[in-house]
């Protein structure tokens, strides 16, 4: 099976079909891939997927993610060493771990830590951090109603909190090192100071834990890169 057989490639092609095909644009979701990407230094190709276009509702798109979201990825030498496509980024993050055998430990304890802060992440974090984001900077912010900002903001208040706790006597979210559990979420975090520009209405000076661990994050070189992986124009 070659990559011709994803109808993705027809909209996308790949340069090099050997290696790992990334279809994201830089929003906090594609760029938890990007970073992992880059961290583990799997050879890719990154292609962008506007979604100020609406490319993730073409019919190539959705052949390869039918809930027509970013990020996917098509591995050529999945398992068995045929091709696999895959969507959604938990699933992806760890996916490339075990690929790579990076950034999920071995260590039976530490490893379902990370990924209890991954699905933290993804059932928690990102969708309501999201919510907040429509309801505060985009097109949300019109509705006269104020209910759905302030649920929106104390629950992420809330998540910032418990997070802030847990970081309290930790450098990384999950047991001794960086792990994709840090991946999963500091693009999440950084995306409400950052784009949002929310840290009065979330009072993000307060989380001091929180504050010292993203900051970390973020200047790590990969970080660096992922954030405007594929670049936005």
Request: proline content about 8%; aromatic content about 10%.
């Amino acid at each position: 099976m070659s990559l011709d057989a994803f109808p993705i490639t027809r909209r996308w092609p790949a340069s090099d079909p050997s290696v790992l095909q990334l279809y994201s644009f830089p929003t906090p979701n594609g760029i938890k891939v990007s970073a992992m990407l880059e961290e583990t230094g799997l050879a890719y190709e990154a292609h962008r997927v506007s979604i100020m276009d609406d490319d993730q509702m073409t019919p190539e798109f959705l052949s390869l993610n039918p809930n027509n979201k970013i990020p996917a990825i098509i591995d050529p030498d999945g398992p068995g060493g045929k091709p696999m496509g895959l969507f959604e980024t938990g699933a992806i993050l760890i996916y490339l771990a075990e690929k790579t055998g990076l950034f999920l430990s071995e260590d039976p304890v530490e490893r379902y830590q990370a990924i209890q802060w991954v699905m933290w992440q993804m059932g928690g974090a990102g969708p309501m951090f999201g919510q907040f984001g429509f309801f505060f900077k985009m097109g949300g912010k019109a509705i006269e109603d104020t209910r759905p900002l302030e649920r929106y903001t104390n629950e992420s208040k809330r998540l910032l909190k418990v997070l802030d706790g847990h970081l309290a006597h930790r450098e990384h979210v999950a047991g001794t090192a960086y792990s994709i559990a840090d991946m999963a979420i500091w693009p999440w975090v950084n995306v409400l100071s950052g784009f949002y520009g929310a840290g009065e209405q979330l009072e993000l000076d307060t989380f001091q834990n929180v504050k010292r661990w993203l900051a970390a994050c973020t200047e790590r070189p990969a970080s660096k890169k992922a954030v405007n992986i594929p670049p936005r124009k």
